[in-house]
């Protein structure tokens, strides 16, 4: 999950470069990623994943824990956002 947001992010930093000048140098860095090398960690990743799922129900877990993920990153940030209501 959070791999794969690097490709987002590279998306991100080009518009942010392309629309507002920003550069990984110059406070773009987090969106920025692995930078050139992007592509070849994603399909590292890629790999490694595959490599592991070798069973129906090893596909069932990863589908679990990555919606496990999302949902803590979603009351994560719901807390972090109730902390600037106060």
Request: charged share 25%.
């Amino acid at each position: 999950m959070l791999e794969g947001a690097t490709l987002g992010g590279q998306v991100i930093s080009q518009l942010l470069r392309n629309r507002l000048g920003v550069t990984p140098e110059t406070g773009g860095r987090f969106f920025h990623a692995y930078g050139d090398r992007t592509g070849a960690m994603w399909q590292a990743f890629r790999a490694a994943l595959t490599a592991s799922v070798v069973k129906p129900c090893d596909e069932e877990e990863v589908v679990a824990a990555a919606k496990d993920t999302f949902l803590k990153l979603q009351q994560w940030m719901k807390r972090e956002g109730d902390k600037g209501d106060n």
